[in-house]
């Protein structure tokens, strides 16, 4: 199992065990900076998976791929990682 597999099947878990999260999240296009933002994974797909943020009142959905969690742009701060 590569990396991303482990990363895919680690938030697959999270998704259907316990899908509120909180994140760290710096990209930049869009840019977008999130830091310790409570977060729900609302679906996991192949290449991609997708939270809700409630930010300053206002929803927004992200879509993000895995492979930025495995470059460190995205983190999910429950998903222990060694």
Do not use: W
């Amino acid at each position: 199992m590569n990396e991303m597999e482990k990363v895919r099947a680690e938030i697959r878990k999270l998704y259907e065990t316990n899908p509120h999260i909180h994140l760290n999240m710096t990209i930049k296009h869009p840019s977008v900076t999130l830091t310790n933002t409570p977060a729900t994974i609302t679906g996991v797909y192949s290449h991609i998976f997708q939270i809700e943020s409630d930010e300053i009142d206002i929803l927004k959905r992200y879509t993000v791929q895995y492979s930025e969690v495995l470059m460190g742009n995205v983190e999910i701060v429950e998903l222990k990682r060694c």
